[in-house]
């Protein structure tokens, strides 16, 4: 499928600098959440991600005749809380619709959602926006609605080499995802500065990632695409007001992508426009590889949906006071928290930026909570811990060491008990699961050597093979001191008590 209508030749990509110095990009942005209730939207089928294809599945997810659907009331808990914490109206009473169309990973062939009556609607959140600068600039982002609906079953596409449809040999079909509780949430049109789109499409999905995680309703892990993104975007000739033609790049799965999306985006756009052809509105798909899109299918409006009431669910009609309660079990907003934490811990703007960008603030925040000092606790998850995860190719989370045995690694430090780098080869004992730290120390006999009688003997030694070093630190230069404490730490492998050592040295050599 050609992405213009005019024309088979496509248009050479526009460098993004020189795009937006002609055009404004207007986003629209659709952000899935896939909630983490025990159960089904409309059935009582588990929600296990990972299990073996198709045994998470019943008559109701899998839309068979005469199945009767019943609403999941934890979803729509769920729903209302998201809906408060985006600060939006919550409907006294709504609908779910059907929104009718076929593809092989819907079984009913229709989409249980909902349609002209959210549940949740008319909000907002300001979002700080980090600048390349360091600095950070604050914008609203209007949220047009938040509405219920189930998700769509998964395909896998076998035997061709990009793993889509198109040269496959086969499809397989996995139902266990079809009817899982969604909310979708969606902005109003978002015009920012131009340079600022990338920046503030990352920072809404990062903003609405932690908000989902702080309320506890999704994991939101993005790599296994319990929240999703779909880029909208359009282009208009600066200073007009006309909106353009947009594309919707679908299920963009992390922030960085979501940035490269809307970059790309602006640059095929501007080049579709600039070569006097028309951008053909329709669906795109992401490439992690190059950070480019590919054409999907047609983009259908409302209407094409055929939507209409559902006729087997109940209207759903939340009483006040219930929402009200509700309103009360919301945590502190993302933002503000993190405002809080950075002042407790007296990190500087770059440092909270640091630990939020890696992913390491919950960790940092459960090791302090384990007794070690935010400091510390930065040190390790951003310092040895990110060089391990990137090594592996795998997240902070998911290396094998819990905040405490971090904490734990810390406080041998404080404690004087190993230093630096024992601490480390500890840390690489608790990663091959040998143990707690302190089992770790002990298995491995790490623990810095403190007795005077040890030390002296290697002072000593050092001493008698150093004698020009030794004469410097009688002559007064007391600095020279440091090459005899290295050649007792190697000696010791790295287990003396350097303290120790260089009040030793000093006191043998009169220094």
Same mark, same amino acid.
């Given at each position: 499928?050609?992405?213009?209508?005019?024309?088979?030749?496509?248009?050479?990509?526009?460098?993004?600098?020189?795009?937006?110095?002609?055009?404004?990009?207007?986003?629209?942005?659709?952000?899935?959440?896939?909630?983490?209730?025990?159960?089904?939207?409309?059935?009582?089928?588990?929600?296990?991600?990972?299990?073996?294809?198709?045994?998470?599945?019943?008559?109701?997810?899998?839309?068979?005749?005469?199945?009767?659907?019943?609403?999941?009331?934890?979803?729509?808990?769920?729903?209302?809380?998201?809906?408060?914490?985006?600060?939006?109206?919550?409907?006294?009473?709504?609908?779910?619709?059907?929104?009718?169309?076929?593809?092989?990973?819907?079984?009913?062939?229709?989409?249980?959602?909902?349609?002209?009556?959210?549940?949740?609607?008319?909000?907002?959140?300001?979002?700080?926006?980090?600048?390349?600068?360091?600095?950070?600039?604050?914008?609203?982002?209007?949220?047009?609605?938040?509405?219920?609906?189930? !998700?769509?079953?998964?395909?896998?596409?076998?035997?061709?080499?990009?793993?889509?449809?198109?040269?496959?040999?086969?499809?397989?079909?996995?139902?266990?995802?079809?009817?899982?509780?969604?909310?979708?949430?969606?902005?109003?049109?978002?015009?920012?500065?131009?340079?600022?789109?990338?920046?503030?499409?990352?920072?809404?999905?990062?903003?609405?990632?932690?908000?989902?995680?702080?309320?506890?309703?999704?994991?939101?892990?993005?790599?296994?695409?319990?929240?999703?993104?779909?880029?909208?975007?359009?282009?208009?000739?600066?200073?007009?007001?006309?909106?353009?033609?947009?594309?919707?790049?679908?299920?963009?799965?992390?922030?960085?992508?979501?940035?490269?999306?809307?970059?790309?985006?602006?640059?095929?756009?501007?080049?579709?426009?600039?070569?006097?052809?028309?951008?053909?509105?329709?669906?795109?798909?992401?490439?992690?590889?190059?950070?480019?899109?590919?054409?999907?299918?047609?983009?259908?409006?409302?209407? !094409?949906?055929?939507?209409?009431?559902?006729?087997?669910?109940?209207?759903?009609?939340?009483?006040?006071?219930?929402? !009200?309660?509700?309103?009360?079990?919301?945590?502190?907003?993302?933002?503000?928290?993190?405002?809080?934490?950075?002042?407790?811990?007296?990190?500087?703007?770059?440092?909270?930026?640091?630990?939020?960008?890696?992913?390491?603030?919950?960790?940092?925040?459960?090791?302090?909570?384990?007794?070690?000092?935010?400091?510390?606790?930065?040190?390790?998850?951003?310092?040895?811990?990110?060089?391990?995860?990137?090594?592996?190719?795998?997240?902070?989370?998911?290396?094998?060491?819990?905040?405490?045995?971090?904490?734990?690694?810390?406080?041998?430090?404080?404690?004087?008990?190993?230093?630096?780098?024992?601490?480390?080869?500890?840390?690489?004992?608790?990663?091959?699961?040998?143990?707690?730290?302190?089992?770790?120390?002990?298995?491995?006999?790490?623990?810095?050597?403190?007795?005077?009688?040890?030390?002296?003997?290697?002072? !000593?030694?050092?001493?008698?093979?150093?004698?020009?070093?030794?004469?410097?630190?009688?002559?007064?230069?007391?600095?020279?001191?440091?090459?005899?404490?290295?050649?007792?730490?190697?000696?010791?492998?790295?287990?003396?008590?350097?303290?120790?050592?260089?009040?030793?040295?000093?006191?043998?050599?009169?220094?």
């Amino acid at each position: 499928m050609s992405t213009q209508s005019s024309s088979t030749t496509t248009p050479a990509l526009v460098p993004f600098e020189k795009a937006i110095e002609r055009y404004d990009p207007v986003l629209g942005l659709e952000v899935h959440v896939e909630l983490n209730t025990a159960t089904k939207m409309f059935c009582g089928c588990a929600t296990v991600f990972g299990s073996e294809p198709n045994t998470q599945v019943c008559p109701v997810c899998l839309g068979l005749p005469g199945a009767l659907p019943v609403v999941n009331a934890k979803a729509v808990e769920s729903a209302i809380r998201i809906g408060l914490a985006l600060n939006c109206e919550i409907a006294e009473w709504c609908r779910f619709a059907r929104k009718n169309y076929f593809y092989p990973d819907m079984p009913k062939n229709f989409q249980t959602s909902q349609y002209d009556e959210p549940i949740a609607f008319d909000g907002f959140v300001d979002l700080d926006v980090p600048l390349p600068d360091g600095g950070v600039e604050t914008f609203r982002i209007e949220i047009e609605r938040a509405h219920m609906e189930e !998700d769509t079953g998964k395909s896998l596409h076998v035997g061709g080499a990009t793993g889509r449809i198109h040269g496959a040999d086969h499809s397989l079909l996995d139902y266990n995802r079809a009817g899982i509780p969604l909310i979708e949430i969606v902005t109003r049109t978002i015009e920012v500065p131009a340079d600022r789109a990338p920046l503030v499409a990352r920072a809404y999905v990062q903003h609405l990632r932690d908000l989902m995680v702080a309320l506890g309703v999704s994991d939101a892990r993005m790599d296994q695409g319990s929240l999703r993104a779909d880029v909208n975007l359009s282009l208009k000739p600066t200073g007009t007001t006309t909106l353009g033609t947009r594309s919707e790049t679908k299920n963009v799965n992390s922030f960085r992508s979501v940035e490269r999306a809307v970059r790309f985006e602006v640059t095929r756009h501007a080049g579709v426009l600039d070569a006097g052809q028309s951008i053909l509105q329709e669906t795109r798909h992401f490439h992690e590889s190059d950070g480019t899109t590919s054409p999907g299918r047609p983009k259908s409006d409302a209407d !094409d949906y055929r939507y209409f009431p559902e006729p087997d669910l109940a209207p759903v009609a939340p009483s006040r006071a219930w929402v !009200d309660e509700l309103r009360g079990t919301l945590p502190e907003p993302p933002a503000e928290r993190r405002k809080r934490l950075q002042a407790e811990w007296n990190f500087s703007d770059l440092d909270m930026r640091d630990t939020v960008g890696a992913g390491a603030l919950e960790l940092v925040v459960a090791t302090v909570a384990a007794g070690a000092t935010p400091a510390s606790a930065k040190k390790w998850w951003l310092g040895e811990l990110a060089r391990r995860a990137n090594e592996s190719g795998t997240g902070l989370d998911e290396l094998g060491v819990t905040p405490e045995q971090v904490a734990g690694v810390q406080a041998l430090i404080d404690s004087g008990r190993v230093n630096d780098k024992l601490a480390r080869q500890v840390l690489e004992g608790v990663l091959a699961g040998e143990g707690t730290p302190e089992e770790v120390v002990t298995a491995r006999g790490l623990e810095v050597v403190s007795d005077d009688g040890a030390l002296g003997a290697a002072v !000593d030694t050092a001493i008698a093979a150093n004698p020009d070093v030794a004469q410097k630190i009688r002559d007064g230069k007391v600095q020279a001191a440091g090459a005899l404490i290295g050649a007792v730490m190697k000696e010791m492998r790295g287990q003396a008590d350097a303290g120790r050592v260089r009040e030793l040295i000093l006191e043998k050599l009169g220094g």
